[in-house]
């Protein structure tokens, strides 16, 4: 015991700088001045250089086999921490100081660069800045593609998603790009046989969105005093589990995709509030990984947001907040209006039938241009032919097409299939939650939604990282991942 509980000092101070990490980019994102980000560049490198040599640290390995000798002494809690605590380990020292400190400078400097360039729809500049981060990212995966004896692509995965392998998804994608094509077009004919909606009329100001937006955080159960919402231009959660930071992006010309934003946001961070409390300083104790993650986010957001119970108690609110009157207003119109089935440019604001094609083409395109099979200069073509063949959409302009998203412009390379596996999880979990539990959608009809977040603290939320991705799913749904609840719920929901 003595050496596993030597092990939990170590990996409490190492959480400890992967919070100050989360709070540096959070600030970077939403408040500090352009000027700020040389300075800052350098403090978020210099702690992930501190951060990879505590892990790195001869002393960790001899701590971590004197404790693994010494398991059944252990707790599963215990047990269950110290093989994360090895997984964080494997990870570190298969890379060497010098190419964390790199690649952690290259990654800010493109972000930095991607948020003007973006805005600009600057190509260009972009790709100058992402090319040393894609060969850095090059570098990373080669050398974990050594040290685990996996596919260059898997071993950047295994960041996001621990034990993912893109052979199983590979079998997902290729069930769902089977299965969407002609569910699209199914929903896109009876959609077609009902007038559309109405557009909602006016101008929608940021603080009215903002209220609204707070009023459903704080509904759905988000504790203000662990947490805030703010603006960034790519919305996203950060923050450590006890001061959960959200952003999103206001339009005053619609509100209806910020208010997503926010609800998706929501679910990230109502994750990270319900992280077990007796473990949030120890590896055990945060997220399992982003497929849970995600699918936290996509519960909220498309399961229960989009869906007729909370948009009928949300409706009188939203004609309230935004003085809106009319049929434009009615119940059934903002039904219509979240349940639109459009193909169209942006991954964010995408419905949940087409989604999936936006994240099957990012993984398509990003392992392509990990393996060096597409130039950087070649990537807004080979975007724009995707968009047209899996979406039929025409891109107008880099900003819209492939500079869209920030995770390559910081190395998130790996990032993007947990997305739509989040989908699948949580059309999986949703389904389980509601048939054992019957005050769930009644509750989410009036605004309750305690029975909902009860669920999920005993079944998703509390367990940390005790168990694997597909442990966690065994449990709460008694099946492992697969399509299935995914497709039954696109089917009620735009066929029926």
């Given at each position: 015991?003595?050496?596993?509980?030597?092990?939990?000092?170590?990996?409490?101070?190492?959480?400890?700088?992967?919070?100050?990490?989360?709070?540096?980019?959070?600030?970077?994102?939403?408040?500090?001045?352009?000027?700020?980000?040389?300075?800052?560049?350098?403090?978020?490198?210099?702690?992930?250089?501190?951060?990879?040599?505590?892990?790195?640290?001869?002393?960790?390995?001899?701590?971590?086999?004197?404790?693994?000798?010494?398991?059944k002494s252990l707790s599963d809690w215990q047990r269950a921490n110290l093989r994360e605590m090895h997984r964080q380990w494997r990870h570190?020292?298969?890379?060497?100081?010098?190419?964390?400190?790199?690649?952690?400078?290259?990654?800010?400097?493109?972000?930095?660069?991607?948020?003007?360039?973006?805005?600009?729809?600057?190509?260009?500049?972009?790709?100058?800045?992402?090319?040393?981060?894609?060969?850095?990212?090059?570098?990373?995966?080669?050398?974990?593609?050594?040290?685990?004896?996996?596919?260059?692509?898997?071993?950047?995965?295994?960041?996001?998603?621990?034990?993912?392998?893109?052979?199983?998804?590979?079998?997902?994608?290729?069930?769902?790009?089977?299965?969407?094509?002609?569910?699209?077009?199914?929903?896109?004919?009876?959609?077609?046989?009902?007038?559309?909606?109405?557009?909602?009329?006016?101008?929608?100001?940021?603080?009215?969105?903002?209220?609204?937006?707070?009023?459903?955080?704080?509904?759905?159960?988000?504790?203000?005093?662990?947490?805030?919402?703010?603006?960034?231009?790519?919305?996203?959660?950060?923050?450590?589990?006890?001061?959960?930071?959200?952003?999103?992006?206001?339009?005053?010309?619609?509100?209806?995709?910020?208010?997503?934003?926010?609800?998706?946001?929501?679910?990230?961070?109502?994750?990270?509030?319900?992280?077990?409390?007796?473990?949030?300083?120890?590896?055990?104790?945060?997220?399992?990984?982003?497929?849970?993650?995600?699918?936290?986010?996509?519960?909220?957001?498309?399961?229960?947001?989009?869906?007729?119970?909370?948009?009928?108690?949300?409706?009188?609110?939203?004609?309230?907040?935004?003085?809106?009157?009319?049929?434009?207003?009615?119940?059934?119109?903002?039904?219509?209006?979240?349940?639109?089935?459009?193909?169209?440019?942006?991954?964010?604001?995408?419905?949940?039938?087409?989604?999936?094609?936006?994240?099957?083409?990012?993984?398509?395109?990003?392992?392509?241009?990990l393996h060096d099979h597409l130039p950087i200069d070649d990537l807004p073509d080979a975007w724009n032919d995707?968009?047209?063949?899996?979406?039929?959409?025409?891109?107008?302009?880099?900003?819209?097409?492939?500079?869209?998203?920030?995770?390559?412009?910081?190395?998130?390379?790996?990032?993007?299939?947990?997305?739509?596996?989040?989908?699948?999880?949580?059309?999986?979990?949703?389904?389980?939650?509601?048939?054992?539990?019957?005050?769930?959608?009644?509750?989410?009809?009036?605004?309750?939604?305690?029975?909902?977040?009860?669920?999920?603290?005993?079944?998703?939320?509390?367990?940390?990282?005790?168990?694997?991705?597909?442990?966690?799913?065994?449990?709460?749904?008694?099946?492992?991942?697969?399509?299935?609840?995914?497709?039954?719920?696109?089917?009620?929901?735009?066929?029926?």
């Amino acid at each position: 015991m003595k050496s596993y509980k030597a092990l939990e000092t170590r990996f409490r101070r190492i959480g400890a700088v992967n919070g100050a990490l989360a709070m540096l980019g959070w600030d970077q994102s939403t408040m500090m001045p352009e000027g700020g980000s040389k300075a800052r560049a350098e403090q978020m490198a210099v702690l992930s250089v501190v951060r990879h040599e505590w892990l790195t640290d001869p002393r960790l390995a001899d701590l971590l086999g004197e404790a693994e000798a010494q398991q059944k002494s252990l707790s599963d809690w215990q047990r269950a921490n110290l093989r994360e605590m090895h997984r964080q380990w494997r990870h570190a020292t298969a890379l060497t100081s010098d190419l964390v400190e790199a690649r952690s400078k290259a990654s800010m400097a493109c972000e930095m660069v991607w948020r003007k360039a973006r805005r600009d729809d600057d190509f260009k500049s972009f790709a100058k800045a992402f090319k040393p981060v894609l060969e850095l990212t090059r570098e990373v995966a080669a050398a974990k593609s050594a040290a685990f004896g996996l596919d260059a692509y898997d071993a950047l995965l295994d960041e996001y998603e621990p034990g993912g392998r893109s052979a199983r998804i590979d079998k997902l994608f290729a069930d769902l790009g089977g299965f969407l094509p002609g569910f699209i077009d199914k929903a896109l004919s009876k959609q077609a046989k009902r007038p559309a909606p109405l557009p909602l009329p006016g101008s929608f100001s940021t603080e009215a969105q903002r209220q609204v937006g707070l009023r459903f955080m704080k509904a759905l159960g988000f504790d203000f005093n662990h947490g805030r919402l703010d603006v960034s231009l790519h919305p996203f959660t950060g923050g450590v589990p006890d001061d959960v930071r959200i952003t999103t992006r206001y339009s005053e010309d619609d509100f209806t995709k910020a208010l997503m934003g926010v609800l998706h946001e929501t679910g990230h961070a109502l994750y990270e509030l319900g992280l077990p409390k007796a473990w949030r300083d120890q590896p055990v104790g945060e997220a399992r990984g982003m497929v849970l993650h995600e699918s936290q986010s996509l519960l909220v957001e498309m399961q229960v947001c989009r869906g007729a119970e909370f948009l009928r108690y949300a409706a009188p609110i939203l004609r309230k907040a935004f003085n809106g009157s009319g049929p434009a207003w009615s119940d059934e119109n903002l039904l219509g209006i979240y349940a639109r089935v459009k193909p169209d440019l942006i991954r964010v604001d995408a419905d949940e039938v087409t989604y999936p094609a936006h994240v099957i083409l990012r993984y398509r395109l990003e392992q392509a241009l990990l393996h060096d099979h597409l130039p950087i200069d070649d990537l807004p073509d080979a975007w724009n032919d995707g968009m047209q063949t899996l979406l039929g959409v025409d891109v107008p302009d880099y900003a819209q097409g492939c500079m869209q998203d920030i995770h390559w412009a910081v190395g998130s390379i790996g990032y993007f299939p947990t997305y739509t596996l989040g989908a699948l999880s949580a059309a999986q979990l949703f389904a389980a939650a509601k048939e054992q539990d019957g005050d769930i959608l009644p509750g989410i009809a009036k605004g309750d939604f305690k029975p909902l977040l009860r669920w999920l603290r005993v079944n998703v939320h509390g367990k940390g990282s005790l168990l694997t991705t597909d442990e966690v799913l065994r449990e709460a749904t008694g099946k492992p991942l697969s399509t299935a609840a995914f497709k039954a719920h696109l089917k009620a929901r735009y066929l029926n």
